[in-house]
């Protein structure tokens, strides 16, 4: 007796699969921005204000939460990509040659533009998942 492979859905599509890790990821990184925006300000070398790195917490937990519940969040992943540009526009400033942490601040933005790279690849597939 041979077994035929289930259908794939939508569930176990590769992207959606991403997507709802992506989930996962932004409320991780939104918690640490809620509970320690000092801790994450000072790694950044980015002279925002601990309000201003809290307010982004709150948006990615919001993101993540709602890539978690959405029957499709593929989709909801260019939301992901929204947060990230303003993450970018923020640690621009960093990158003046006066920035005592302006290799921190190369750091971290090396590591928003990776997840940034990583947003793309998954909202890209939207349509597809």
Known sequence: MTTRPMPRTDHDHPATL???????????????ELLAPGSIRRSAAVPV??????????????????????????RLVWGRVAGDLLDIATLLPGLNRNNPGRDATVA??????????????????????
């Open 49 to 74: 204000s601990d309000p201003i790195v809290q307010t982004y917490g709150a948006r990615e937990i919001a993101t993540g939460v709602a890539l978690l519940a959405a029957e499709k969040p593929v």
């Open 108 to 129: 971290a933005l090396g590591f928003v533009l990776a997840a940034t790279a990583t947003d793309l690849a998954v909202a890209m597939q939207g349509d597809r998942a």
């Open 18 to 32: 991403m997507a709802r890790g992506l989930g996962w990821f932004s409320i991780a990184l939104g918690a640490a």
